[in-house]
């Protein structure tokens, strides 16, 4: 067989571009997964929050990690700076300009966005992460984990945190909507019973869509006509109304395709129109090796020949 290491890179080239072609002809067709409309979620309107930070006390207590009294919650040093939730702190509050009223700055709560079709989940190899069935909640099983952190790259709101101050027994850490709450009793994640303002609203995510856009018939001065998760990469179990843009105040613009809807076609689609993984493994695997033995035979003939002259 006469193979040269242009013609094995010629061969891998076109036999790849075939399977890229087909995947970015089928990452149009339509990809969406049924979303129920018993899931849960929560709707935050941004525009009554206090920034008390009671919410990031509660979800502390609730799931057992390290916290101050939550008198010290008070502190509004802390809003100097922007913060993202990691594995010490679940869920944080940050504070943004409000041009209206420069006086009363919109205070923002971020954490895990419970994505309808999440990419978390399609990026996991294990099954670490998936979605409840039952409540809609995004969860994760640390028996099955690891370690890949596939979950953080994949996740477009950059949640997952991992433990790195864990040596031993390391977790992806985020909010998990409390749970143990939800599948047990039914009853609303601790921060959003905490909120002395109600500030959030628990309840069926569709209730809780029609409830937003009521909200903005109503009150058209003080909201943006947008409902942010409503649609945001499939939709969210979290929903925010604001006074101004979602993604003035580090929210992503997203359209409404969800991410899985690019990377699940793509896998698919190779595996289907290219080779299946072991097959293709396997194949590349003897082209190699028939390589190296054709290299093997042209340096031992080209040494004879040198050596005769």
């Known amino acids: 067989m006469d193979l040269t290491r242009r013609g094995f890179l010629k061969f891998t080239a076109a036999a790849g571009t075939v399977g890229i072609t087909n995947a970015s002809k089928s990452v149009r067709a339509e990809h969406r997964k049924p979303v129920s409309p018993d899931w849960l979620g929560v709707l935050v309107d941004t525009t009554v929050?206090?920034?008390?930070?009671?919410?990031?006390?509660?979800?502390k207590d609730f799931h057992n990690l390290p916290t101050e009294p939550i008198d010290k919650y008070e502190n509004k040093a802390v809003f100097k700076k922007v913060r993202r939730p990691d594995a010490e702190g679940y869920t944080v509050v940050n504070s943004y300009d409000n041009p209206n009223n420069p006086e009363k700055p919109y205070y923002v709560k971020v954490q895990c966005m419970h994505c309808n079709d999440a990419a978390c989940v399609s990026a996991c190899i294990v099954g670490a992460f998936t979605?409840?069935?039952?409540?809609?909640?995004?969860?994760?099983?640390?028996?099955?984990?690891?370690g890949c952190r596939y979950c953080m790259a994949a996740c477009p709101f950059q949640i997952p945190a991992?433990?790195?101050?864990n040596a031993l027994t390391p977790q992806i850490r985020k909010c998990n909507l409390c749970?143990?709450?939800?599948?047990?009793?039914?009853?609303?994640?601790?921060?959003?019973a905490i909120c002395p303002m109600e500030t959030m609203i628990f309840g069926k995510r569709s209730e809780l869509i029609k409830?937003?856009?009521?909200?903005?018939?109503?009150y058209p001065e003080r909201y943006v006509d947008h409902v942010y998760g409503e649609h945001?990469?499939?939709?969210?179990?979290?929903?925010?109304?604001?006074?101004k843009p979602m993604w003035e105040m580090h929210f992503k613009h997203y359209d409404e395709k969800p991410i899985p809807a690019y990377t699940e076609t793509i896998q698919h689609s190779l595996f289907k129109n290219f080779l299946p993984p072991l097959a293709l493994f396997s194949m590349l695997g003897s082209l190699m090796w028939i390589f190296k033995r054709q290299?093997?035979?042209?340096?031992k003939q080209n040494n004879q020949e040198g050596g005769g002259k």
């Not at 749970?179 to 959003?192: E, I, T, W």
């Not at 409830?211 to 109503?218: E, F, L, M, W």
């Not at 945001?232 to 006074?243: K, R, V």
């Not at 290299?295 to 340096?299: I, T």
């Open 211 to 218: 409830i937003a856009h009521d909200r903005i018939r109503k």
């Open 295 to 299: 290299e093997q035979r042209e340096k």
């Open 49 to 59: 929050c206090i920034g008390c930070r009671k919410c990031e006390w509660a979800c």
């Open 232 to 243: 945001e990469l499939g939709g969210t179990s979290w929903l925010y109304l604001s006074g």
């Open 179 to 192: 749970f143990s709450n939800l599948s047990k009793y039914r009853k609303q994640p601790a921060c959003v």
């Open 162 to 165: 991992y433990e790195y101050q």
């Open 131 to 146: 979605k409840d069935e039952r409540t809609g909640a995004v969860i994760y099983d640390a028996w099955k984990c690891i």
